[in-house]
């Protein structure tokens, strides 16, 4: 079982940057994948990033365009999602969530959530 606490969100003006943190507890938070996502109101869940369990590997989608880095530290139980350049566009609630073996873009491969922190872009 692995619970996930997502945090940092808040309001940003365009262009500038926001880390969020997921700390997890569960003694197998070390080997699992952990990605993030993000909702918008009346959109779709929406898939951003993900870290392999060594954080060795990553994934992003290309409409980031680099913005956006993961990353983790195992010795804290924690990941990372660093914002940069950001744009009214990305408002949305932000989750990270968790998985066994394997990145995926797909939210329904994801086991464990988080409850979400909102960021707010104004223009």
């Known amino acids: 079982q692995v619970r996930l606490v997502e945090s940092g969100g808040g309001l940003v003006q365009a262009g500038g940057s926001l880390r969020l943190s997921c700390a997890a507890s569960?003694?197998?938070?070390?080997?699992?994948?952990v990605g993030w996502f993000r909702q918008a109101p009346g959109k779709e869940r929406e898939f951003l990033t993900a870290?392999?369990?060594?954080?060795?590997?990553?994934y992003s989608a290309d409409s980031l365009k680099g913005r956006f880095t993961i990353s983790r530290d195992n010795t804290k139980n924690t990941v990372y999602l660093q914002m940069n350049s950001l744009e009214p566009e990305d408002t949305a609630v932000y989750y990270c969530?968790?998985?066994?073996?394997?990145?995926?873009?797909?939210?329904?491969?994801?086991?464990?959530w988080g409850q979400g922190t909102q960021v707010t872009v104004s223009s």
């Open positions: 569960g003694r197998s938070f070390s080997t699992q994948v």
């Open positions: 969530a968790a998985r066994g073996v394997g990145i995926i873009s797909s939210p329904s491969g994801y086991n464990y």
């Open positions: 870290i392999s369990w060594s954080g060795k590997a990553t």
